[in-house]
C-alpha cells in the first residue's frame, strides 16, 4: 500500500513534464474539473496532443491508473472522434487502426464521466509513439461532482420520503426546503408561482443517495418578488421510471 501511494505521488510530481523530443500532450481542462450531478451528459476532462516532429506519427494513450469514487461512476476513451467501452485502457488497442498525426497536427483526448453522487475521480494518462514507446509523457486528470448549489446533505439515513414545509415561512429573502430520501432517486425539486408557472428548478433530474437534506433558497438570487409561490418535490425510481413521491407545498415570500 505504501509503496503504491509513492508511486502515485511521483506522478503528480512529474505531471509538468508535458513535452517529449518530437510531440506534445498536456491538460487543457483545470487539474480538477468541478461539476455537479445533475448533469445528464458525460463530462469530458481534455488532453491535448501535438506532433512537432517532421515526420508523420503513431500515437497510443494508456490509462495507467483511475480512481472513481464509487461503482455507480463510468470513465470512458474518446480519441479522434471514437469512443470505446469504459473497460478499455488502451487506445488504440492492438490491432485497431493506428491513431496518426501527421507533422504539426494536432488532436484532443478526452476522458468522459459519468457521477452520480458527489466524489472526486482522478486519471492518469501516458501517451507515447509507437515507435519510440520508452519515450512517453504522463499526465494526471481530475473530475469533481458535487450536488447543485444550493443542496446540502445533513445526514446519510432515513426511514421514508419526506417533504417538510419551508422555515422560516414567511421568508425574506432566505428560507430552507427539508426533504428526506429512503433510497437513491432521481429528484426534481421545481417551484411555481401562483399562477402554476414553473420560475426555478434548482434540483434538476439529480441521483441523490439516502438521507436527509436541506435546500438554501435565496429569493434575491432567484429574482423574485412578493407573493405566494409553491414548490414540488418529485420521486423517480431509476430503473422503473416511476415516480414514488411527489408532494408540494405553499411558502409565501413577504419583502
Same mark, same amino acid.
Given at each position: ?9 511521483? @506522478?503528480?510530481?512529474?505531471? #509538468? ?21 445533475? @448533469? =445528464? ?5 481534455? &488532453? ?46 492492438? &490491432? ?7 507533422? &504539426? ?44 448549489? #444550493? ?28 426533504? =428526506? @430520501?429512503? $433510497?437513491?432517486?432521481?429528484?426534481? *425539486? ?5 399562477? #402554476? ?13 439516502? &438521507?436527509?437534506?436541506?435546500?438554501? *433558497?435565496?429569493?434575491?438570487? *432567484?429574482?423574485?418578488?412578493? #407573493?405566494?409561490?409553491?414548490? =414540488? @418535490? $418529485? ?21
Amino acid at each position: 500500500m505504501r509503496k503504491l501511494i509513492v508511486i502515485i505521488f511521483l @506522478l503528480f510530481i512529474f505531471t #509538468g513534464f508535458t513535452s517529449a523530443q518530437d510531440f506534445q500532450f498536456y491538460r487543457i481542462t483545470p487539474r480538477v474539473l468541478i461539476s455537479d450531478t445533475s @448533469l =445528464m451528459n458525460p463530462v469530458p476532462v481534455k &488532453g491535448l496532443v501535438k506532433n512537432i516532429s517532421s515526420q508523420k506519427q503513431s500515437f497510443r494513450f494508456i490509462r495507467i491508473y483511475q480512481y472513481l469514487p464509487d461503482t455507480s461512476w463510468k470513465a470512458y476513451f474518446c480519441v479522434a472522434h471514437t469512443c470505446y467501452p469504459y473497460f478499455v485502457d488502451t487506445v488504440p488497442s492492438r &490491432g485497431a487502426p493506428a491513431f496518426e498525426l501527421m507533422p &504539426g497536427a494536432q488532436d484532443t483526448m478526452l476522458i468522459n464521466t459519468i457521477g452520480r453522487t458527489p466524489g472526486t475521480a482522478t486519471f492518469v494518462i501516458k501517451v507515447h509513439t509507437l515507435t519510440s514507446p520508452n519515450v512517453y509523457i504522463i499526465d494526471t486528470f481530475g473530475i469533481k461532482m458535487r450536488y447543485p448549489v #444550493g443542496i446540502k446533505q445533513e445526514s446519510t439515513n432515513a426511514s421514508s420520503y419526506f417533504l417538510g414545509q419551508n422555515f422560516p415561512n414567511p421568508f425574506n429573502p432566505v428560507t430552507i426546503i427539508r426533504f =428526506m @430520501l429512503k $433510497d437513491a432517486r432521481i429528484v426534481s *425539486l421545481r417551484i411555481f408561482d401562483i399562477t #402554476g408557472r414553473e420560475i426555478a428548478k434548482p434540483v434538476d433530474n439529480t441521483v441523490l443517495n439516502e &438521507g436527509f437534506y436541506t435546500y438554501k *433558497l435565496d429569493a434575491d438570487y *432567484l429574482k423574485l418578488s412578493s #407573493g405566494i409561490y409553491y414548490y =414540488m @418535490l $418529485d420521486v423517480i425510481d431509476p430503473l422503473r421510471q416511476t415516480v414514488d413521491f411527489r408532494k408540494t407545498l405553499k411558502m409565501v415570500l413577504i419583502k
